[in-house]
Structures are given as structure tokens and as C-alpha cells.
T-cell receptor
Framework: GDSVTQMEGPVTLSEEAFLTINCTYTATGYPSLFWYVQYPGEGLQLLLKATKADDKGSNKGFEATYRKETTSFHLEKGSVQVSDSAVYFCALTPVTNAGKSTFGDGTTLTVKP | EAGVTQFPSHSVIEKGQTVTLRCDPISGHDNLYWYRRVMGKEIKFLLHFVKESKQDESGMPNNRFLAERTGGTYSTLKVQPAELEDSGVYFC???????????FGQGTRLTVV
């Protein structure tokens, strides 16, 4: 079945540091790939997505590129802020049912001033 | 437009008791999904409704869990009797069609003591 393997956390960075959270997946066909974020006390929010190979999703300074050859969708941000502290989830959905997602374990990011 | 709303936000119950979680999807969304995150692990799919019908309940862990969506609007997830391992965060999501993006609620944190 489908699976998502996400970089283990927690991750602690200083403000303005570079962020990478690794994500690799196993799936049949050509799934869509997502990064979700959960800020403290809030629900899951879609951060960015990519629906086909070589697509780059971007939002709020975060980027991730759909790499089919390495089955990866690593999340990056050039300069993190304290407000980026949250739990980040990598996920995939099959083409046939975009609501039935497979998630990674989540990575907790703490950014210190 | 209101987003996906879940009640309660937190619930603490004793082992053996019954708890009912509620999800109000975005108005007009036929698809409703339940997920849960247990012990800080990955978010796992539980089941999928299309209107009032259960489309896929392959993720339901056992028969102590009962989901309903009478009338195809809001949904309830009942756990009876609750066990310690049921503690976690229960998320609901909804989408207009099965191919459309799903929007998540803020989750219900369930603690069984």
C-alpha cells in the first residue's frame, strides 16, 4: 500500500536558518503530494501541493518539488521565522480519491529567536 | 464561508465510558472523512462518507467505533467503550467531490484515562 516516510523530529532552528524536512513516498501510479501544517491550537492547513512530476509547490516562502525519480517531496525554506514553529505533515493522495490521504508521522519544528 | 468545525475541541473520559465526536463539514460538501493521530504518530484514515453512505470504512480500527452521517450533513463518531489506546487527535475533513481538495477541521483531542 501507499506510505509516506518523513524526517524524524523534533527540529530546532534559530531564526533565519535554512530549513529542510525530508519526505519520501511509496505509491502506485501518480499520486498528488502535499505538505500540511498544524500551528499550536489550530487545525491542519494545506501549506502547498504538487500534482505531477517536477511540479514545484510554494507558499509563505516554503517550497517543495515533486521528484518522481527519487520519490521525494522535501520541504524547504530559506529563512525560518519564530512564527513557523508548528508540526509539518507530508502526505499523498491517490488520483482517484483526493480526500483519502496517507500521511507521514509529522515533524515538529521549533524556531528560536 | 465557515470551515470544517469539530466538537468538542477536547474531551477527557474514563476507560469504559462512551464519547461522541461531531464534525460539521463545509456546506455543500458531499464527501466527509475521519482521520486520527494516535501517540504522535502518523495521521491515519478511518473512513469516508459520500453524503450519508459509507464509501470506505477500511481504516476503522474495531467495532467499538461507530460513524454516522444521517441526512448527509454533519457526522458523528462514537467510541463505545473507550480504551486507553483510543487517545489521540481525531480530525475530520470534507471535500466537494472525491477529486477535489479536502479541508480539515481543527481536530478533537481525546484523552482516555
Amino acid at each position: 500500500g501507499d506510505s509516506v516516510t518523513q524526517m524524524e523530529g523534533p527540529v530546532t532552528l534559530s531564526e533565519e536558518a535554512f530549513l529542510t524536512i525530508n519526505c519520501t513516498y511509496t505509491a502506485t501510479g501518480y499520486p498528488s503530494l502535499f505538505w500540511y501544517v498544524q500551528y499550536p491550537g489550530e487545525g491542519l492547513q494545506l501549506l502547498l501541493k504538487a500534482t505531477k512530476a517536477d511540479d514545484k509547490g510554494s507558499n509563505k516562502g516554503f517550497e517543495a518539488t515533486y521528484r518522481k525519480e527519487t520519490t521525494s517531496f522535501h520541504l524547504e525554506k530559506g529563512s525560518v521565522q519564530v512564527s513557523d514553529s508548528a508540526v509539518y505533515f507530508c502526505a499523498l493522495t491517490p488520483v482517484t480519491n483526493a480526500g483519502k490521504s496517507t500521511f507521514g508521522d509529522g515533524t515538529t519544528l521549533t524556531v528560536k529567536p | 464561508e465557515a470551515g470544517v468545525t469539530q466538537f468538542p475541541s477536547h474531551s477527557v473520559i474514563e476507560k469504559g465510558q462512551t464519547v461522541t465526536l461531531r464534525c460539521d463539514p463545509i456546506s455543500g460538501h458531499d464527501n466527509l472523512y475521519w482521520y486520527r493521530r494516535v501517540m504522535g504518530k502518523e495521521i491515519k484514515f478511518l473512513l469516508h462518507f459520500v453524503k450519508e453512505s459509507k464509501q470506505d470504512e477500511s481504516g476503522m480500527p474495531n467495532n467499538r467505533f461507530l460513524a454516522e452521517r444521517t441526512g448527509g450533513t454533519y457526522s458523528t463518531l462514537k467510541v463505545q467503550p473507550a480504551e486507553l489506546e483510543d487517545s489521540g487527535v481525531y480530525f475530520c475533513a470534507s471535500s466537494q467531490t472525491t477529486g477535489a481538495e479536502a479541508f480539515f477541521g481543527q481536530g478533537t483531542r481525546l484523552t482516555v484515562v
